[in-house]
């Protein structure tokens, strides 16, 4: 029997884990070191929670505790849009905009739903953080390995469209065990875009 952890705290952040649907295989996934992040349970989820369910989960939560609410679990969160926004939208409805949102999102939202997400997706969510993982598109293509030819140039449209809504604050992350020079080529792609760089420790 699988487990339904739908949110898990880190730290002082709870954590959505709304799907494990996920276009990408990236070699450095946390899914492939076992069944939970950060101590969390298991995060392979029984079936995709209702909206009852995760109104229900979440309400057991002291929200205005958490400096941020973060959508991000075993799976792209975009793979399931209309659950994400229907939860930022009933987050800021319910705890008010004191609630800061982020959403950790491969960036391809797009090809996933067949149509541009930034808009929607800025219009509820304070922090759009896009998975970059490198500089240079066949770096990209080998870490990443999406399901899409396409995804490269996806995701920076994404990211540059999450800009230009300025609803968003957008921020683009890679993760330290790429070579300094991927990391240079990172940042350089990243504020190309109008984004800023993050760089994770794999560990984090």
Not at 38 to 43: A, E, I, Q
Not at 86 to 96: I, P, R, S
Not at 177 to 187: D, F, G, K, L, Y
């Amino acid at each position: 029997m699988k487990a339904m952890t739908i949110s898990y705290e880190v730290g002082t952040n709870l954590y959505l884990n709304l799907t494990n649907q996920c276009p990408c295989a990236c070699t450095f996934c946390i899914r492939n070191n076992g069944d939970g992040a950060y101590g969390s349970d298991p995060l392979w989820l029984e079936h995709e929670p209702t909206m009852d369910e995760i109104r229900a989960d979440l309400s057991k939560r002291d929200i205005p505790a958490y400096s941020e609410i973060i959508f991000c679990g075993f799976g792209e969160p975009t793979c399931r849009l209309d659950a994400l926004v229907e939860t930022a939208e009933w987050l800021k409805n319910t705890y008010g905009e004191q609630v800061k949102l982020r959403l950790n999102t491969n960036g391809l939202g797009d090809l996933v739903n067949g149509r541009p997400v930034a808009e929607e997706l800025c219009s509820v969510i304070d922090t759009i953080s896009v998975s970059l993982n490198a500089g240079t598109e066949d770096e990209y293509m080998r870490v990443t390995r999406p399901r899409f030819e396409n995804a490269w140039d996806a995701m920076r449209k994404f990211a540059a469209d999450c800009v230009k809504t300025g609803k968003s604050q957008v921020v683009m992350s890679v993760v330290d065990v790429i070579p300094p020079e991927q990391i240079e080529a990172s940042r350089q792609v990243a504020e190309s875009l109008g984004a800023v760089l993050r760089v994770r420790t794999y560990d984090e």
